[in-house]
């Protein structure tokens, strides 16, 4: 039998290798286009054991609801951004935005406050918000304490 010649094996080569960076490629795409899409698709919903967070909040306010003004999203953002990492003031309201209108279940905790303020924690990012019934955001920001902090929110009625 005769061996294969040295360029016919080479020329094979190139192929498998462009395959694996178009597959690598294909799969970093998917990878990221979830992990940016996570805040923004719906979560199942589901109770929290002893947690009185039926959800009676609207959900979908959008992006036209955020902070009270300009004024107070500029100090939250002062004073929180950095807890998101290097993201722009608008990143930071576009998050808050989407853990509003998230529907609560799963790692998303919701609870109603007696004075009606709605408060949610999710689990998975760490990130804590309060807004009120009509949508404007009151805090959105990364308690050291997490979940706790969220409980002890969650008792409050001001």
């Known amino acids: 039998m005769m061996a294969r010649p040295a360029r016919f094996r080479l020329a094979r080569f190139p192929w498998r290798r462009l395959l694996t960076a178009a597959l690598a490629a ?24 002893g947690d009185s967070s039926v959800s009676t909040a609207r959900h979908g306010f959008g992006a036209s609801v955020g902070f ?8 939250h953002f002062d004073k929180h951004g950095p807890e998101f990492g290097h993201i722009s003031k608008q990143d930071y309201l576009r998050q808050a935005q989407l853990l509003r209108d998230a529907k609560a279940g799963g790692p998303i905790l919701e609870a109603v406050r007696r004075d009606g303020v709605i408060t949610r924690y999710d689990q998975q990012t760490g990130a804590f918000i309060a807004f ?13 304490d997490g979940e706790r902090y969220w409980r002890r929110q969650a008792e409050r009625g001001e």
Do not use: C, M
Not at 26 to 49: C, K, M, N, P
């Open 132 to 144: 009120n019934p009509n949508g404007v955001i009151r805090t959105f920001f990364k308690p050291n």
């Open 68 to 75: 009270a003004d300009p004024r107070r999203l500029d100090e």
């Open 26 to 49: 294909v799969a970093i795409f998917l990878y990221w286009s979830h992990v940016t899409e996570r805040g923004q698709r719906d979560l199942v919903r589901s109770s929290v054991a």
